[in-house]
Each structure stands twice: as C-alpha cells, then as structure tokens.
C-alpha cells in the first residue's frame, strides 16, 4: 500500500488497527509488515465492548508470528516486477526444553522501485519472541518489533481527467510520475515491545494480561496532485513529520461456570491506553503545468509548518463485562461497556491549548442457534462511540460520535468442514457527525449522520482433496442521510464502492514430480 492502511468497511473509514489484540497507531499512521503476521482478523461492525473507541465499521486486528506455537522454520524469496528482491527468515525452536522456554526469530528484507518515478523502496523488519510455559496453566510470550524504512516510497494520487477520462493531448501513462527529484524523500521507523500472559487458576477461572508500547515516527517530502484542468495539473510540494508514542495494557478475567443447564462464559475487563502525538505539515503550490512536460527540480528548501504543527495527549480507560450463554445449541452473548477519554492539544501555530474529556456507554447482545445439519442463524445488534476533539462556534465541546448496527444471517457449515457459507445483512448507522452551515463555514454542528446498508456473502471450500476455494461478495448502500447542507443529503460516502467481489483457488499437487508445489490465482472485482 502506500505506507498507509487506509482501510474502509462497510463503507466507513478509518477503521482503527490493533495488534495481537492491542491498539496499534493512530487512524491509518502505522503499518506492520505482512510477513510478520500469523494472520488478519476483522471483526465487522461496531466493537466498542471490547475494544472501547473504535469505527462503527468495525476494527482489524494483527495477529503476529510467536513463539510457543507450532511454526515452520523456513526461508522465502521473492521477485516479481518493478525491481522487487524481498527475503524472508522464520526460525524457531527451544531454549530449554525441560523449563518450557521457546524462541522464535522473524526476519525481513525488500528492495523494489515504485512504478512511477524509480523510487525506491526498502524495508527491514526483525521481530524476535519469547515463550515461557512451564505447565499447562501458565504462558507468558515477550516480543519484539523493529521495523524500518529508510526509503518508503510515494503517496501521491491521481486525478479523474487524465485516468477515467481523457485530456485534449490523450489518457495519463500508467507510470505518470508527477512527483520532483529533488523534493521526494520519506522514511520510517517503527519499534514496540510488548508481552502476552496467561495464567488458569482452576478450572473456572483464568486471567490475562497484554501490554505493549508502540513507537512510530515518519517523515515525508513529496511533490503531489493538487488538482487538474484538462491537460494541466496543479502540484504542490508537501512536508510532514510524525511520531507516536504509544501505550495499552488490556486485563481479563474470564469465568466459566453453569447455573442450571445454562453454560456461562464471563469476561470481565479493564483496559488503558495513553498516547502522545506531534505532527508537523506545510505545504507550497507549484502552479499549473502541462502533465507531459513538467519540471522535475523545485529549488525548494525546507518547508515550514503551514497547517498543522500541535502535540497532542490522549487517554482512554475502559471498564466491560460480558456473558456468553449457551443453552443446548443457542449461544447468547451480551455485553456492556462504560469509557472514559481524555485529549489535551497544544497547536503551536495557534498558540492554543484545548482539551476534552469524554464518556460514553456501549453494549452488544447477538445470538445464534446451530441446527445438526449446519445451518446456523444469526442476529446482533451493537452500539460504539468516538470521541471528537474540538469546539462549535459557542465553544461547547462535541459530543462523542455514536453508532448502531443491526444484523441478521445465516452460517451454513457441515460437520465433514469441507466448506464454509455465511451470508448477512445489515444496517449501520452514525450519529453526531460534525457538519458545516452552508451559509456560514464557521458555523459547525453535530447534525450530520451517515447510513450504511449492505449485503455480504463469502465462502470457503474444498472442492477436492487438491482443490480450494474463497469467494465473497458485498453490496454496499452509505449515503448521508442528515447534513446541515440539504445539498449533501443523499450522497454516498466517499471511497466507498457499491459493489466488490473476490475469487481465489490454489491447487495443491500431493504426488509425482510436482509433490508439494501450489499453484493459485485471483481475481478481484471493485
């Protein structure tokens, strides 16, 4: 991507990242490599029960490669296009096997060149853990990231003339480079520790503790697309810097019992998370230019900070408890959460000091009932908060922003797990969303709401012993649905596509002169 995960869902954005169960980063700031993690889950919908403020579209959490579970050791390389050389390690084994002490190392390497400018991008990433299980009780895993940048490439976009439609002097070549040599520098450094414990003191209850502290800083020079009029563009040369300093800790107890024929699963939770945040950004125009013939030198020094140049400290602690019931084949679970949030900014530029404190109650209550031929129907619905930083024009603080979903499906899974089918609907809603009086720019309020509505199928299968299969499909309805401006009412939201769809199947050889090679192939439809 390009250097950040700007992920949407169910057709809101920025859904928030969290990594081995913890915030990570700030919005899309922060980006771990993918050959450090063990998989991706995403969790759709409103979850603030467990995660305590978090995108109405739901949250993606990381999940990294550790010691103390069963890994390969094994060596990758890979090429492909545009220059790209990328090497990867993951070697594992044990310390001490008598006192339940494992280690395991992962290990990156890239170099490739963008398409458009030959601007290279390199990366290295290491990422060493530690497991020490003693008896089947008690686990504790330390880890480790260091993962870094030195030349991170572009983020730059393109306009609809020029690639949707043609100018006067034809389409954009697909590696137009619009970018300036001698302005276009970017690095990042990224590097957290945390550590994950677990701890059963008898067979009802069980304890954790995950903690970890993130550090993230960018800095980043580049000449962009401003805008566009046929055949000409409008640069500018942008410069920002960033860092983050980042800290969660997350404990639970969980409390498995029955009363009756009920069987309970009780989570019970306190989390806190403190940040501190500095960002600089300025920015100079370059003026029109034809896209075919542009000067590829700015002459530019440093950039001083025009738009934004604050520190900010923020901090959440939440407090949640949950149930699970199970009753013969229905699973109940139901939940609620109370936060409490807290920002201060210093905006250097302004010479202005706000802060903001915030709470805000969420819950969730869901249920599915599974039939023995592997039909299961489903049904939630779920509640989260956001708090927004900032003042109207009568200086009252905003509200936190709020959101709704309802949804209903069914999951269809035989017991031989040869293949998986779920399909679901779903309305999502979001409230207190801060929109401008069309007469008066300066006139603000919390009037602004946002309905999503969609349809979602996916699947996976084992066509044959050799051959799978995933597909999925969605259809997505956002529209502003209340806006102080009636000229917004009915738009959809942006970057939201009505429709995706994906397909992929690899083909597994278990014999012959091809034993153990796959092959696979997708396609994607946005």
């Given amino acids: 991507s390009n250097q950040h995960d700007e992920m949407f869902v169910r057709g809101f954005s920025y859904v928030p990242k969290y990594l081995d169960g913890l915030n990570y980063g700030e919005n899309s700031f922060g980006q771990i490599d993918a050959d450090l993690l063990e998989r991706v889950e995403l969790m759709r919908g409103p979850s603030s029960i467990l995660y305590g403020q978090a995108n109405p579209g739901g949250v993606v959490n990381m999940a990294t490669k550790k010691a103390g579970t069963d890994a390969p050791n094994e060596v990758a390389v890979s090429i492909g296009n545009n220059n790209l050389l990328s090497t990867m390690a993951d070697i594992s084994g044990a310390v001490s096997e ?78 137009l480079y619009v970018g300036a040599y001698d302005w276009e520098e970017s690095s990042r450094t990224q590097a957290s520790v945390g550590y994950e414990f677990e701890h059963r003191l008898n067979d009802a209850v069980l304890v954790r503790q995950n903690a970890r502290y993130n550090h993230i800083e960018a800095d980043y020079k580049s000449v962009i697309l401003d805008n566009s009029r046929d055949d000409e563009i409008l640069r500018a040369a942008v410069q920002s810097g960033d860092e983050l300093d980042q800290f969660v800790i997350d404990n639970q107890g969980q409390f498995d019992f029955a009363t009756s024929d009920f069987e309970h699963t009780v989570l019970v939770g306190l989390d806190y998370k403190y940040g501190v945040k500095s960002s600089t950004f300025g920015r100079k125009s370059l003026g029109y230019e034809v896209w075919n013939n542009l000067s590829r030198y700015t002459g530019l020094s440093d950039l001083p900070a025009t738009s934004t140049n604050n520190q900010s400290t923020s901090w959440q602690a939440g407090l949640y408890a949950q149930d699970q019931v199970q009753y013969d084949k229905l699973d109940v679970t139901f939940g609620l959460r109370h936060d409490w949030a807290g920002s201060e900014t210093d905006n250097y530029l302004k010479s202005t000091t706000t802060s903001q404190e915030d709470q805000a109650l969420s819950g969730r209550i869901g249920a599915v009932y599974s039939f023995d031929n592997g039909i299961a129907p489903f049904a939630s619905y779920s509640t989260s908060f956001e708090p927004k930083v900032g003042t109207d024009q009568n200086g009252k603080s905003y509200d936190p922003v709020t959101g709704q979903q309802i949804e209903a499906g069914v999951r269809y899974a035989p017991d031989d797990g040869r293949f998986m089918v779920t399909a679901s609907v779903y309305q999502l809603t979001q409230q207190n969303i801060v929109s401008t009086d069309p007469a008066d720019s300066s006139l603000t309020y919390q009037t602004g709401e946002i309905q999503s509505r969609g349809f979602e199928i996916e699947g996976r299968a084992e066509l044959t012993d050799n051959l799978s299969m995933v597909a999925s499909y969605s259809r997505i309805n956002a529209k502003t649905v209340e806006d102080e401006d009636p000229a917004n009412v009915g738009l959809k939201t942006s970057n939201t596509p009505k429709q995706q769809a994906a397909l992929w199947t690899k083909y597994q050889f278990d014999s012959g002169r091809f034993d153990g090679v796959s092959v696979g192939g997708g396609v994607r439809y946005t």
């Fill in 98 to 175: 008598d006192k339940g002490i494992t280690y395991r190392v992962v290990a990156k390497g890239l170099t490739e060149e963008e398409e458009a400018g030959d601007i290279e991008k390199n990366r290295i990433a290491i990422m060493p853990s530690v497991n020490w299980t003693p008896n089947t009780d008690t686990s504790l895993t330390v880890s480790a990231i260091y993962q870094n940048d030195p030349d991170a490439g572009t983020r730059g976009f393109l306009s609809a003339s020029g690639t949707l439609y043609p100018t006067s002097i034809g389409y954009y070549p697909r590696d």
